[in-house]
C-alpha cells in the first residue's frame, strides 16, 4: 500500500502555501474547471495538496506530517538535520533535511 493523496483544508491559504514552499515542497497553483485556486505538487506517487476551507470543507484539524527534503530545495535556509516546525494552521511538520544523495534512505 502506498499514499497517494494528502489534501489539506485552510483559511489561510496563501500563508500554508508560501510554508510548504519554503520546506521544499514544489507547490503550484492550480484550478479544475469551477472548482477552487488551490496548490498542488507531486512528491514521488504522492499528491500533496492545500485547498481553502469552506463551509463544506472545514480546515483540517490537529495533524502531524513529516517530509524528508535535500538540502538545495529547502528555501528557509535550514541546516541538514530534523527539525519540528509548525505551520500556520498549527499543524506539526517534521522536516527532515539530508544531502542529496541519501534522499530515498
Do not use: W
Amino acid at each position: 500500500m502506498h499514499t497517494s493523496l494528502i489534501v489539506l483544508y485552510t483559511g489561510h491559504l496563501r500563508e500554508c502555501a508560501d510554508f510548504y514552499i519554503g520546506l521544499g515542497l514544489p507547490l503550484q497553483l492550480e484550478q479544475h474547471g469551477n472548482g477552487p485556486e488551490h496548490y498542488a505538487a507531486e512528491l514521488g506517487g504522492t499528491v500533496f495538496e492545500v485547498y481553502p476551507a469552506s463551509d463544506r470543507r472545514p480546515p483540517t484539524g490537529s495533524l502531524r506530517l513529516g517530509f524528508r527534503v535535500p538540502a538545495h530545495a529547502v528555501v528557509r535556509g535550514l541546516p541538514t538535520g530534523r527539525h519540528l516546525l509548525t505551520d500556520p494552521d498549527g499543524r506539526m511538520v517534521e522536516l527532515e533535511i539530508i544531502k542529496e544523495t541519501n534522499i530515498n534512505e
